[in-house]
């Protein structure tokens, strides 16, 4: 029998743990904010803000919030980023993806102070990861390492297949199982007998943003699975990168879709946020 990876337990304590920081901080005089900078009125946006506002709530930290309108030009934006990046009463700042077509997605990221960068795609936040520094760490992957470690799964010395080099999950996925001593393979869509290769895996990640895609015949028997994938499928039920029902039964550990990495994301960007003001 498999053991199920609860990301909802997981995330409700990770942000039980935060609350409890940011409480202790109120004592000692500090404060912390978090603001989210929405453009334009996106419906998933939409939605993802006010999960984020709702978890922030919850632990105590405040959220700004800027909405504003879909014709902001990139002046404006980086403007206003530029104002929160010296404000002191402002922690970490948190710009919804994705942005209009008329703004430049990439030069919004960096313009964001790497000291608020509680998202972790600033180039200064990745380079760090990469050479074992100080820096903040995207959201979703450092959620899949709290999984595996808090469901007293070991990495080290582990075969892991990660697949999918995207700058947001593959990638600094990657980079943090090897900061945890596991021995790392990326794959990707050029990635020749892919096969052969996610079925050596002892910890499959998947990321690849292809609905049930991973099935039985990818996944060595008694393998750890996790599926960062989220979709819809033909009925309109959530399912991820990786056939569950199939896949499930040969693996030692899965997570679900829903309640497995996703609830994780928000957690660790709320972990993220005490962070910025411990540091
Ligand atoms: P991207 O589309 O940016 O990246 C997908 C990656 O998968 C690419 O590196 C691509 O390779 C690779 N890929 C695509 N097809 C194949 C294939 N047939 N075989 C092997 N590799 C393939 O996606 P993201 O990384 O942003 O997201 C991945 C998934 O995770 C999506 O379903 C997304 O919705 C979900 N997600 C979930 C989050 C959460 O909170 N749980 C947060 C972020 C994402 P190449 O580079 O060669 O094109």
């Known amino acids: 029998m498999y053991q199920l990876i609860d990301g ?3 995330s409700a304590e990770i942000k039980d743990e935060v609350k409890e920081k940011v409480r202790l901080m109120k004592e000692e005089g500090k404060s912390v904010a978090l603001a989210v900078i929405q453009v334009g009125n996106d419906p998933a946006s939409t939605v993802y803000v006010g999960n984020k ?17 879909e014709e902001t030009t990139e002046e404006e934006l980086l403007a206003l980023i530029e104002k929160l ?12 993806l994705p942005l209009p077509k008329h703004i430049n997605e990439d030069k ?3 313009s964001i102070s790497p000291k608020k960068d509680v998202d972790g795609f600033h180039e200064k936040s990745v ?9 903040f760490v995207s959201c979703t992957p450092q959620g899949v390492i709290e999984l595996l470690k808090r469901s007293g799964i070991s990495i080290q010395g582990k075969h892991c297949v990660v697949v999918g080099r995207s700058n947001i999950v593959g990638k600094p996925m990657a980079m943090l199982l090897l900061r945890e001593n596991g ?13 052969e290769i996610t079925k050596l ?15 039985d015949t990818y996944v060595k028997e008694g393998a750890v699975v996790i599926d960062v994938g989220i979709h819809r499928d033909e009925n309109n039920k959530l399912c991820g990168d ?21 609830p994780m994301t928000i957690a660790m960007l709320m972990s993220n946020c005490a962070k910025a003001v411990e540091d």
Request: hydrophobic share 40%.
């Open 201 to 215: 895996a002892d910890i499959l990640v998947v990321a690849i943003g292809k609905p049930k895609f991973i099935d």
């Open 108 to 110: 919004v990221i960096q």
């Open 242 to 262: 990786v056939d569950f029902e199939k896949v499930a039964p040969h693996t030692s550990a899965i997570t679900p879709v829903p309640g497995g990495v996703g």
């Open 85 to 96: 990046n010296l404000d002191d009463s402002v922690n970490g700042i948190l710009v919804q």
């Open 53 to 69: 506002k709702k978890a922030c709530a919850y632990c105590g930290i405040g959220s700004p919030n800027y909405e504003l309108p």
């Open 127 to 135: 380079g760090a990861l990469c050479i074992g520094s100080k820096g």
């Open 8 to 10: 909802k337990k997981i």
């Open 183 to 195: 021995t790392v393979t990326v794959c990707h869509s050029k990635t020749e007998n892919l096969r």
